[in-house]
């Protein structure tokens, strides 16, 4: 079961910076600062860079990694959160689950969860490590489904009397609760990612769905 972390921006790639140096008419100069961590993150705040990559033909070479952490950057800084991990997490989160199959929890010695009473049940016979990654998954999925397909959920809600959405917020921020008080928060540096998302659950939702309504076009 991997564990997403906030790492999204030592993943791009040469054509990446190449891109970003281009559309911001930096040449090679800009193209080497890229590559320094300092001043990386400054860069890509810089406002009309998403403009300008959507406008450029060249941006099919972009990296997952580099669009999506664009875009939570910028719905983030909307809503007021600012800090650059929890844009980077979120990126690496969508990167993570453009695989459908990684929606589905997978325990050691168990069927893949795909709900969350499975998720629970599968509480009551994991170790210390294990209850850890499944908090955490619990987490992301609800952060998932409430931020990019709320109206999936209402209509499932309204149909079939599956769980809410309130039930979705619940799950989702009590399994970051858990997950950033765990000793492998800190092994995998997401401890203070988790509490501010625990902490601010509904707001990254609302940002996460004007990042689909305007980005995305995701059917309900």
């Not at 990559?53 to 664009?70: C, E, G, T, V, W």
């Not at 800090?83 to 168990?110: C, I, M, P, T, W």
């Not at 209509?155 to 769980?163: D, E, F, I, V, Y």
């Amino acid at each position: 079961m991997k564990i997403v972390q906030p790492n999204c921006l030592i993943q791009l790639t040469p054509d990446d910076f190449a891109l970003i140096s281009k559309a911001l008419g930096g040449g090679n100069a800009l193209e080497q600062l890229l590559r320094e961590d300092d001043t990386l993150p400054e860069i890509l705040d810089d406002p009309g860079l998403l403009a300008a990559i959507q406008d450029n033909p060249a941006r099919l070479k972009m990296s997952a990694h580099l669009y999506f952490y664009l875009l939570t950057r910028r719905v983030l800084r909307e809503v007021e959160l600012l800090n650059r991990n929890l844009a980077e997490y979120l990126a690496e989160l969508l990167v993570h689950f453009a695989d459908a199959k990684r929606l589905k929890v997978s325990v050691e010695g168990q069927r893949p969860c795909e709900y969350f009473h499975e998720m629970l049940a599968a509480l009551q016979q994991a170790d210390a490590d294990t209850i850890f990654r499944i908090r955490a998954a619990m987490g992301n999925y609800a952060l998932f489904m409430v931020g990019l397909f709320p109206e999936h959920i209402r209509l499932r809600a309204a149909r079939k009397g599956a769980p809410s959405v309130g039930y979705f917020v619940g799950m989702g921020v009590s399994g970051y609760q858990a997950a950033s008080g765990h000793k492998l928060a800190a092994k995998y540096a997401v401890a203070e990612v988790f509490s501010g998302l625990a902490g601010n659950f509904e707001l990254v939702c609302q940002a996460l769905h004007r990042l689909t309504e305007r980005y995305l076009f995701l059917a309900a």
